[in-house]
Structures are given as structure tokens and as C-alpha cells.
């Protein structure tokens, strides 16, 4: 949307009026317009020169300029419509008007070319100051203040007492299967609905994954599937080593639930709160309840660090070990002497950087994608059929994405043809990870379901459908989705 007054001269303007206009907006065109509002023809700097150029002076009146039919459409043209118009008319906008033929909005190329994304960096104002130091000081390693300062703020922001700063989340999740030496033959249970990174390093280490279903309100590991899973291992003798519970879009998964299981069994629990930093659960952070947890500063995640992770314990000597084997796995000697197989995921002290500027702002990041999830609430619950992922009680999730879902007894459209509809207007949307199970990777994986004769993760892939949740979104973007989703549920797809 263009703020329209500032481009809108009446009739009765002069050369030297039109040009300081044109150097207060952002779009170089003005409108003149009749007495009655009504646009007459669009003035650029290029007129303006051609008239100075011709012999006119800065005094004289627009007129000078003659008549020229302005391009028009009526407002709520769609977005193709209006770009094909400025490839014909080469030509980089177009003045939107009302019935009256009022000018209501401007269609600029640069903003209809744009595309929204799903979930931008949304860098702060520190975050440069840090990386800075690291060169002032020339800690460009993968040891140094910031490393130290950024592990220190995530041992806070985390309520935990140990941390230690990776590559990536994947990296994390790795670590924390070695130091509790899972391995060949060993099996690992893992939440169904997730991104493969959650699973990925099970196979690493060369353990079998066991796939659990998701609870259909919070969308995360089902309490009740956890549970036969866990009775019928315990009866064959193979329980399993650890349980990676993921907090799925941000949302915290049922831990009072979880926990009390897995303690009953003796099972060990990381948390995969790769998406769920800032978010709470039972008053504390989430992350804060498991054996081990692990985060992600992957470049699209809440804060970043453009790529990286980190290991978070209470336990000194599991995050040490990590430690160790993130570093190659370095004893302590004074020649150069290992052994155990290791790896290099430290991260850098620079990039460490961009995390301690990027924690500095985390609160406000996590107040701002609740608050597209409550505008989006708004917006569209109204629309029959639309749904949303619930949080569980006691729990204040980040919203890091807010996914729809679409119940089709209610919305003939697949979210996928959704997704198609968006992208021609320049929305960025995805489609809900894709369960575990249905992975060609992963096919002859065990999965226990949320009920017996009910498994609940392949609906939820099959409905749904992640919305722009970028913090940076300003209110105007968000109302444009919500328009857009509205339109094309409407029309069945049509519009
Ligand atoms: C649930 C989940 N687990 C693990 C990861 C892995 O994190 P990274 O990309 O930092 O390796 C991600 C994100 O990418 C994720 O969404």
C-alpha cells in the first residue's frame, strides 16, 4: 500500500510544487487530480525535465505539460493483471483508482515484484557491533569472546546451566545421541511430524528410529502413542535409548505427559526446540525440561546466526563431552592425541556474534510473531473450515510459523492449490513438514499412531499450510495475506 495523499497535487500546481512532491516519495510520480478528486494524468521527473528543457520555468502550471490519459485500473486488480499491464505500457506503475475514478492506491513494479517470505533474518542493532569485534580484536576463530558471551546469554535464555555453541541444530541433535553413546542396534524414538534434521543423525550413529504420531491439538509427540509404544518395547525388551521430542512450529509438546512417561521407563529425553526458542513451558523456558536440548540458528528460524546451533544440559559433564567431540575430540595432552571418533561443528566466534546481538532481541521477536498469529486469528478463523494449531495448557509458544490447517468437509481447495494462488500474488507459503513415515528415506520405519486405528500426522501434512510469520512483516503485508487467502478461498481457487 502507498501512503496515496503524498503523491495527489491538484490541478492548479506548479513545476517547482510537482518536483519537491516527487523528492518526498518513493515512487517517482504525481497525481493531478480535478476539483472533485477525479485523477486527470501523472506527472514523473522526466515530464518535469522535458517541460524546463522546452522553455518552461519552474513557475508554470502543470497544464503546460498538455493532456495525457493516465493508466489506470480499478483497485483490486490482481497483481498478474497489473504487472502484464506495466510489461505492455513499459511503464513501472499504475494508479489504482475507485468507481468515481479517485485515486486509491499506486501498483509500483518494485512492490509487486516483491515477493513476502515465509521467515526472513530479521537482523537488530547490535548484531554488526559484535561481528565488528571480532575483527577489531581478531577473533575471526572458532574461539572467542563472543563465543563465550553468546553460550553465557543462551545458558540464560534457555534456563539452563551448560551450552555449547554449534554449526547447526543437526549438529546439536548428533552430539547429544553420541554422548549418550547410541549406536549400532539401539533404537531411538522421534516425533513423526518434523523436519528430517530431527531424524537425520539417529542414522548417523547407526540407531534405528521409531516413529511416533502426533496428538491432533498441539500437532506434537502423542502422550498416548508414546505410551503403547513404550509398553510394548518394554514387554519385547527393547526400549529405547532416547526419546527426541520435537516442538513443532514453536509450540511446546505436552512434556508433563511425555515426562512422566519416559521417567517411568527410564528413558532418556532431548528436546529438539530447534523452532521453539523464547517459547515457554510450565514456566520455564522450553528447552529447560528434558535431559538435553538442542536449538537452531538456521537462517530461517526466530533469531539466527545464519547458520548454527547449540547444545543446551544442566548436566556439565554431557555438554563437555560434546564439547570434546565437537572439536575434533582433542585429549588432554600436550601433543595432538584422540580417542574417539569426533567432529569439527564448533561455531565461529564471528558468526557467535550475530547470535549474542540476535538473543538481545529475542523477547521482542517472539512478541511479534504472537502477535501475527492473533492478527492472523483474526483474520481468517472466521472462515469456516480454517484451523489452527493449538497450544498446550501452561505453554506460551515463539509462533515461530503459523500454520493453517484447511478441513475439507469445509474447503474443497488443497493447500497446495492455495500455495500455487499465493505465489502468483507474491506470497511465500509451504506446506506442514511431511511425516516422517510417508519419507522414501525412512519406509520401513516402525510408527506408532495416535490411536490404534488412527494416525493423525498424515492429516495434518495433508490440510495445512505455513503463512508468511516473518517479525519484520509490517501490519499492511499480514492484512495483505489475509485479503489474499480470504479472495482465493472464496472463489474456490478461481481468483
Ligand atoms: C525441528 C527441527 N529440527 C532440527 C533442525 C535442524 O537445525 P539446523 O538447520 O540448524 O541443522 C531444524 C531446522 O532446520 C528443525 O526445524
Redo the contacts with the bound molecule.
Keep these: 500500500m502507498t501512503q496515496i495523499d503524498h503523491h495527489i497535487l491538484p490541478a492548479a500546481t506548479n513545476l517547482r510544487r510537482v518536483l519537491s512532491a516527487l523528492e518526498r516519495v518513493s515512487t517517482k510520480i504525481c497525481l493531478i487530480v480535478d476539483a472533485d478528486g477525479r485523477i486527470l494524468r501523472t506527472v514523473t521527473d522526466g515530464d518535469v525535465r522535458r517541460a524546463l528543457l522546452g522553455g518552461h520555468n519552474l513557475d508554470s502550471l502543470v497544464s503546460v505539460l498538455g493532456e495525457r490519459q493516465p493508466v489506470t485500473r480499478p483497485h483490486g486488480t490482481s497483481r498478474t493483471e497489473l504487472l502484464s499491464v506495466l510489461d505492455e505500457r513499459a511503464i513501472d506503475a499504475i494508479v489504482l483508482v475507485d468507481s468515481e475514478g479517485k485515486p486509491v492506491d499506486l501498483a509500483d513494479r518494485t512492490t509487486l515484484t516483491k515477493t513476502l517470505l515465509l521467515s526472513p533474518p530479521h537482523i537488530g542493532k547490535t548484531e554488526a557491533g559484535y561481528v565488528q569485534l571480532a575483527f577489531d580484536e581478531n577473533w575471526v576463530a572458532p574461539a572467542g569472546p563472543n563465543l563465550n558471551a553468546f553460550e553465557d546469554a543462551l545458558c540464560r535464555v534457555s534456563g539452563r546451566q551448560h551450552a555449547v555453541a554449534l554449526v ?6 548428533h552430539l547429544a545421541l553420541r554422548v549418550l553413546d547410541i549406536g549400532e542396534g539401539d533404537r531411538v524414538y522421534v516425533s513423526d511430524l ?2 528430517a ?2 531424524v537425520q543423525p539417529i542414522l548417523y550413529v547407526g540407531a534405528e528410529p521409531v516413529f511416533i504420531d502426533s496428538e491432533p491439538e498441539s500437532w506434537n509427540m502423542s502422550p498416548a502413542a508414546l505410551e503403547r509404544a513404550l509398553e510394548q518395547d518394554k514387554r519385547a525388551g527393547r526400549l529405547p535409548k532416547a526419546v527426541i521430542v ?3 512450529y514453536g509450540q511446546s509438546a505436552n512434556m508433563n505427559a511425555l515426562l512422566k512417561l519416559t521417567e517411568a521407563y527410564g528413558v532418556p529425553v532431548i528436546e ?1 526446540a ?2 521453539s526458542l523464547g517459547a515457554n513451558y510450565g514456566n520455564r523456558p522450553s528447552g529447560a525440561h528434558g535431559l538435553m536440548s ?1 536449538y ?3 537462517g ?2 526466530i533469531i539466527t546466526t545464519s ?3 547449540a547444545l543446551v544440559s544442566d548436566r556439565p559433564d554431557l555438554v563437555e563431552r560434546a564439547r570434546k567431540l565437537a572439536t575434533q575430540g582433542r585429549d588432554n595432552a600436550e601433543h595432538y592425541q584422540h580417542s574417539d571418533l569426533s567432529y569439527n561443528y564448533r561455531m565461529s566466534n564471528v558468526l557467535a556474534g550475530i547470535g549474542r546481538g540476535q538473543l538481545e532481541v529475542l523477547s521482542d521477536r517472539v512478541a511479534a510473531r504472537r502477535a501475527i498469529f492473533e492478527r492472523y486469528v483474526d483474520g481468517l478463523s472466521k472462515i469456516p473450515g480454517v484451523g489452527f494449531q493449538m497450544e498446550v495448557e501452561g505453554s506460551i509458544g515463539n509462533r515461530w510459523l503459523t500454520v493453517i490447517s484447511l478441513d475439507p468437509d469445509e474447503i474443497a481447495l488443497h493447500p497446495y492449490q492455495l500455495m500455487r494462488s499465493l505465489k502468483a500474488r507474491g506470497i511465500e507459503t509451504r506446506p506442514a ?1 511431511k511425516p516422517m513415515q510417508m519419507q522414501p528415506l525412512f519406509s520401513d520405519i516402525q510408527f506408532e499412531p495416535h490411536m490404534p486405528d488412527r494416525a493423525v500426522s498424515p492429516g495434518l501434512f495433508l490440510t495445512s499450510l505455513c503463512l508468511p510469520s516473518g517479525s519484520a512483516m509490517s501490519v499492511s503485508e499480514q492484512e495483505g495475506v489475509i485479503e489474499a487467502v480470504t479472495d482465493i478461498l472464496a472463489s474456490g481457487g478461481q481468483s
Design positions: 547447526s541444530g543437526t549438529a546439536g541433535l518434523t523436519f534434521a530431527s520435537v516442538h513443532l529438539d530447534a523452532e538442542v537452531s540458528f538456521n530461517n528460524k547458520g548454527g546451533g513438514w
